[in-house]
Nanobody, 118 residues
Framework: QVQLVESGGGLVQAGGSLRLSCSASGSIFSINVMGWYRQAPGKQRELVADISSGSTTNYADSVKGRFTISRDNAKNTIYLQMNSLKPEDTAVYYC????????????WGQGTQVTVSS
């Protein structure tokens, strides 16, 4: 059983910063891709950023230069440092882990709300 526990969401003014954390437990194997997705009201869930176990990163164009994803493999934990936040960043942020050795099976966290006020 894989569990993802997220923390760090909240309310912040435009231009501010937040840091999200996600810790994974269970059988996710050492080779995986962990990342953050977000879903705003009335919109589809979209990739924000992800990072492989080899630390290759991938970012949505809308967050490049503002967000930084990192990971601690020893702790099975990823972080998302979000700077220069904009109101359009408001969404529920979901942690995800994808495990290639399990046929690219996806696991999801429960989500954490990020609200950016103008």
């Amino acid at each position: 059983q894989v569990q993802l526990v997220e923390s760090g969401g909240g309310l912040v003014q435009a231009g501010g910063s937040l840091r999200l954390s996600c810790s994974a437990s269970g059988s996710i194997f050492s080779i995986n891709v962990m990342g953050w997705y977000r879903q705003a009201p009335g919109k589809q869930r979209e990739l924000v950023a992800d990072i492989s176990s080899g630390s290759t990163t991938n970012y949505a164009d809308s967050v490049k230069g503002r967000f930084t994803i990192s990971r601690d493999n020893a702790k099975n934990t990823i972080y998302l440092q979000m700077n220069s936040l904009k109101p359009e960043d408001t969404a529920v942020y979901y942690c995800n882990v994808r495990v290639p050795l399990l046929g690219n099976r996806n696991y999801w966290g429960q989500g954490t709300q990020v609200t950016v006020s103008s």
